[in-house]
């Protein structure tokens, strides 16, 4: 079945520094990936959405890669800011039509 | 735009009774999802709607049961509770396959 693994463990960076996170999926070979955001207590808030095809997508401070050769998703948000502070979590839609998502990569940074 | 809407978004239960959780739509969307979120497992899939009258199971279905209504609407039912239920629970909605996702606000449910 297909698997999305992010890392589990938190990041946290200074303020102004970039935040890089990492999405690999494994036994599939999707032809959309998306990245949402999820504040405590709330629903996911969908970000980004990168085609196969794609290799950087970028929104204002904000850019994902896809390297299907690697399976692997980056995202990255630029000049961090305290608000930025949040559970990120990457999806695909798997074979079936089934929106399937990452466990999340908690994200805090620090003024 | 109301967008997803959950109800209840408070529930405690006792070890086997039953409720449903009532999701709705207003975004015309076909598909409509079910997931329940742990600490540190992030989204799990728990039913899965394509469109009116379809329901797919998704990888932990076990101890619930759905109902797609009609287009707004996607239900989904603990028949017996279990602890192990004891979870937040998300209902979403997209327009179609690989279209992005909205998600409501979240069901706390309590078993005891």
């Known amino acids: 079945s297909q698997k999305i693994e992010q890392n589990s463990e938190a990041l946290n960076i200074q303020e102004g520094k970039t935040a890089t996170l990492t999405c690999n999926y494994t036994?599939?070979?999707?032809?959309?990936l998306q990245w949402y955001r999820q504040d405590p207590g709330r629903g996911p808030v969908f970000l980004l959405l990168?085609?196969?095809?794609?290799k950087e997508k970028r929104k204002e401070r904000l850019k994902v890669t896809f390297d299907t050769t690697l399976k692997q998703s980056l995202f990255h948000i630029t000049a961090s800011q305290p608000a930025d502070s949040a559970t990120y979590l990457c999806?695909?839609?798997?074979?079936?039509?089934?929106?399937?998502f990452g466990q999340g990569t908690e994200l805090s940074v620090k003024p | 735009n109301a967008g997803v809407t959950q109800t209840p978004k408070f529930q405690v239960l006792k070890t086997g009774q039953s409720m449903t959780l009532q999701c709705a739509q207003d975004?015309?969307?076909?598909?409509m999802y079910w997931y329940r979120q742990d600490p540190g497992m992030g989204l799990r899939l728990i039913y899965y709607?394509?469109?009116?009258?379809?329901?797919d199971k998704g990888e932990v279905p076990n101890g619930y049961n759905v109902s797609r209504l009609n287009k707004r609407e996607f239900s989904l039912r603990l028949e017996s509770a279990a602890p192990s239920q004891t979870s937040v629970y998300f209902c979403?909605?997209?327009?179609?396959?690989?279209?992005?996702?909205?998600f409501g606000q979240g069901t706390r449910l309590t078993v005891v």
């Open positions: 036994n599939y070979s999707p032809a959309y």
């Open positions: 979403a909605s997209s327009e179609q396959g690989y279209t992005e996702a909205f």
């Open positions: 999806a695909v839609y798997n074979q079936g039509g089934k929106l399937i």
């Open positions: 990168i085609r196969e095809n794609e």
């Open positions: 709607s394509a469109s009116e009258g379809t329901t």
């Open positions: 975004m015309n969307h076909n598909s």
